[in-house]
Nanobody, 120 residues
Framework: QVQLVESGGGLVQPGGSLGLSCAAS????????MGWYRQAPGKQRELVAE???????NYADSVKGRFTISRDNAKNTAYLQMNSLKPEDTAVYYC??????????????WGQGTQVTVSS
């Protein structure tokens, strides 16, 4: 089992910046990748960014060039730096950790979610 605790989030004006953190505990050696998803009201949860244990990153097209995901393996923590925020970035952001089994199946673990609101 993996437990994820998020911090950060809040209210920011358009064009502003915000940072999120996600601390993992438990069976952390089993984590293959960590990432951030978001869900806006009435919309499906979508991938924002992810980073593998080797440091490979992947971003949604809508956040490329504005968001940066990073990972401190020593602290078992993932970060999401969000710059040039837009109102459409408003959503609940969820931290995600993935464990890929030998069979190829994946186990997903989720944080509790943190609200990010971009508004003037």
């Amino acid at each position: 089992q993996v437990q994820l605790v998020e911090s950060g989030g809040g209210l920011v004006q358009p064009g502003g910046s915000l940072g999120l953190s996600c601390a993992a505990s438990g069976s952390i050696l089993s984590i293959n990748a960590m990432g951030w998803y978001r869900q806006a009201p009435g919309k499906q949860r979508e991938l924002v960014a992810e980073i593998t244990s080797g440091g490979t990153t992947n971003y949604a097209d809508s956040v490329k060039g504005r968001f940066t995901i990073s990972r401190d393996n020593a602290k078992n923590t993932a970060y999401l730096q969000m710059n040039s925020l837009k109102p459409e970035d408003t959503a609940v952001y969820y931290c995600n950790a993935v464990h890929v089994l030998v069979s190829g199946a994946r186990l997903d673990y989720w944080g509790q979610g943190t609200q990010v609101t971009v508004s003037s």
